[in-house]
């Protein structure tokens, strides 16, 4: 009650003047329309566009997130431990969740300028250029991150993507291999075997290629959600689902992040399988123009589709 009268009363040139119910009222009103809209703010910065980071070899203009709590917590910590590794290679992965890749490869140079033969560094800026469509460094930073450590499939797993996103499908085949030869679980197993399995088709090993999917038998089984995926995929590759049973709809929602990694994914996979299977080069092209519309340009399905348009633009460029 002291509160109100409080709020009530204003001192004016020396008098007191008293505010009235209704004037009260009016107040609390455009109080509450502020605290909502702030309110309504914060959501909305929650996908607000960040800085620029590069552009697609498709032309478009590719940004960022702004940062969240875990990118500001993470930086924290590394200020406080500045000759941290660990808190190098975290803070790389807060700013990669919020697609800050720029932000993230700095990192981990800074990183490496301490410590110069630390492998999970180059393997988290390798990593990061990827998402940048710097595939000749990352190819560096894999490569050099393996000869570091030659037990981080990571390492291997990543310069296989270097090696397939510039169309090496043979090599690309061979850092698979590797990366799955160190896998320790059917998660691991699921992931490699996947893109193993595109290289060898890719590179005109299909032999090869059906050798590697016999290890994906009915008694393999995800446990990371994502991986579900691939393991749809690797189905879908052995005959037992059609293209119409494996490919997800689009998402409804924009910002839908996890549905948008299993559109990309497996659109991206079955558009392969439409190249090297039925050379449906026309039909492939449809299923990538539907992946690269989207907003997780991150996604390897998303690099991988636009990968094949941009060659597909500049083959036509160069024979019209």
């Known amino acids: ?79 406080a431990d500045p000759k941290n590794a660990s808190l190098v290679v975290a803070l790389s992965q807060a700013e990669a969740g919020r697609r800050q890749y720029r932000e993230a490869v700095a990192t981990c140079t800074k990183g490496l300028a301490f410590a110069p033969k630390n492998a999970d560094l180059y393997i988290e800026r390798g990593h990061r250029e990827l998402g940048l469509r710097e595939f000749r460094s990352a190819e560096r930073d894999l490569a050099h991150a393996g000869e570091l450590d030659p037990s981080k499939l990571d390492a291997f797993y990543h310069l296989g993507l270097a090696h397939y996103f510039q169309r090496q499908f043979g090599a690309a085949a061979e850092s698979f291999g590797k990366a799955r030869a160190l896998a320790k679980n059917d998660d691991s197993l699921i992931d490699c075997t996947n893109w193993l399995y595109v290289s060898l088709r890719r590179a005109g090993k299909t032999a090869e290629a059906a050798e590697a999917l016999k290890r994906i038998t009915p008694d393999v089984k995800n446990t990371e959600a994502h991986l579900l995926f691939y393991l749809r995929l690797e189905h879908f590759y052995q005959g037992a689902l ?46 990538f123009r539907e992946v690269v519309k989207g907003n997780a340009w991150n996604a390897w399905g998303f690099v991988g589709s636009e990968v094949e348009l941009a060659r597909k633009s500049t083959a036509r460029a160069a024979n019209p």
Not at 28 to 34: F, Q, T
């Open 1 to 79: 009650m002291g509160a109100m009268k409080v709020a009530r009363n204003k001192i004016v040139r020396g008098r007191v003047w008293r505010m009235t119910p209704a004037m009260a009222a009016c107040v609390l009103v455009v109080l509450g329309m502020c605290v909502a809209g702030r309110v309504q703010a914060q959501g909305a910065d929650k996908n607000a566009r960040g800085a620029y980071e590069v552009t697609s070899q498709l032309g478009r203009k590719l940004y960022a997130q702004p940062d969240d709590d875990a990118v500001i917590a993470a930086r924290k910590k590394l200020a």
């Open 242 to 287: 059609t293209e119409q049973a494996v490919l997800p709809p689009k998402p409804a929602d924009p910002n839908d992040t996890e549905a948008e990694l299993s559109f990309d994914t497996v659109t991206f996979g079955v558009g392969n399988w439409r190249l090297y299977n039925n050379h449906d080069a026309k039909g492939a092209a449809e299923l």
